[in-house]
T-cell receptor, first 113, second 112 residues
Framework: SQKIEQNSEALNIQEGKTATLTCNYT??????LQWYRQDPGRGPVFLLL?????KEKRKERLKVTFDTTLKQSLFHITASQPADSATYLC????????????FGKGTHLIIQP | DTGVSQDPRHKITKRGQNVTFRCDPI?????LYWYRQTLGQGPEFLTY????????KSRLLSDRFSAERPKGSFSTLEIQRTEQGDSAMYLC??????????FGDGTRLSIL
């Protein structure tokens, strides 16, 4: 069955450092993969989408990589700030007409001042 | 763009009662989705509409759950004969075709 794995433990990072979050998937051939941010009591907010033919995507301090051989996406936040503290969710999407997303459990990121 | 709006934000009800939630999507979005999220888990897909047509339902959507989207605008999700296991955050999202989904802030349901 399809499986998505994200860092199960909370990730504590010192302010100013780069935070790297991992998303591994099995039994998937995603056409693209999305990353969302979720704050407590709020809905997820879309951050970045990377397609299967793209190795890397950037947006301001955010960078996503996509390795279809390793079946892995990495999400980087450079120069991290306490305001970046949140849960980050990945959602690989296989396409085929079905549009409902399947999310990982998310990684809780804590940026310490 | 006023975003996706959900009502109510919180609902507390007794086991066995029926509840209905409403979602108002972003006005130009023709696609609307419902998800359920429990503590420590990612959102789980429930169902999806394109305009007024319900095109996909997850196996999680038991026969106690029904969703509608009359006229392809707002949507309602009804849960009949609520059970303890229905306690969760119910999230609505909308999008244009093949575009990222925009989520509302959800309705938190608590079953006593």
């Amino acid at each position: 069955s399809q499986k998505i794995e994200q860092n199960s433990e909370a990730l504590n990072i010192q302010e100013g450092k780069t935070a790297t979050l991992t998303c591994n998937y099995t039994n998937y051939s995603p056409a693209y993969l999305q990353w969302y941010r979720q704050d407590p009591g709020r809905g997820p907010v879309f951050l970045l989408l990377i397609r299967e033919n793209e190795k890397e995507k950037r947006k301001e301090r955010l960078k996503v990589t996509f390795d279809t051989t390793l079946k892995q996406s990495l999400f980087h936040i450079t120069a991290s700030q306490p305001a970046d503290s949140a849960t980050y969710l990945c959602a690989p999407y296989s396409g085929g007409g079905a549009d409902g997303l399947t999310f990982g459990k998310g990684t809780h990121l804590i940026i310490q001042p | 763009d006023t975003g996706v709006s959900q009502d109510p934000r919180h609902k507390i009800t007794k086991r066995g009662q029926n509840v209905t939630f409403r979602c108002d999507p972003i006005s130009e979005h023709n696609r609307l989705y419902w998800y359920r999220q429990t503590l420590g888990q990612g959102p789980e897909f429930l169902t999806y509409f394109q305009n007024e047509a319900q095109l996909e339902k997850s196996r999680l959507l038991s026969d106690r759950f029904s969703a509608e989207r009359p006229k392809g605008s707002f949507s309602t999700l009804e849960i009949q004969r609520t059970e303890q296991g229905d306690s969760a955050m119910y999230l609505c999202a909308s999008s244009l075709a093949h575009q990222p989904q925009h989520f509302g802030d959800g309705t938190r349901l608590s079953i006593l």
